[in-house]
């Protein structure tokens, strides 16, 4: 079982940048690809970005591709996902996911809440 935790959600203006972090439990962290989903209020939950176990490939939506950036610290078991250029339509709980699948999303953290106003 792998514990996720995410944290730096909050309120940020329109243009604005936030750097969620997102740290897990046990010693398998680097067994695991890591992922962000969101789901904005009414909406299905969706993928956001993913990254290999060993940080070296990832993959975006292509509605946040060129400004959002999934990284990992395997030496700290942390997973981020830096958020830049930040729009309304980004407000939605972000979720930390872990897994073995191309989605790596075996696993889910509680979610944080990101609000952007305009």
């Known amino acids: 079982q792998v514990q996720l935790v995410e944290s730096g959600g909050g309120l940020v203006q329109a243009g604005g940048s936030l750097r969620l972090s997102c740290a897990t439990s046990g010693r398998t962290f680097s067994s695991y690809g890591m992922g962000w989903f969101r789901q904005a209020p009414g909406k299905e939950r969706e993928f956001v970005a993913v990254?290999?176990?060993?940080?070296?490939?990832?993959n975006y939506a292509n509605s946040v591709k060129g400004r959002f950036t999934i990284s990992r610290d395997n030496a700290k078991n942390t997973v981020y996902l830096q958020m830049n250029a930040l729009t309304p339509e980004d407000t939605a709980v972000y979720y930390c996911t872990a897994g073995v699948s191309g989605l790596a999303n075996d696993y889910w953290g509680q979610g944080t809440q990101v609000t952007v106003s305009s």
């Open positions: 990254t290999n176990r060993s940080g070296s490939r990832t």
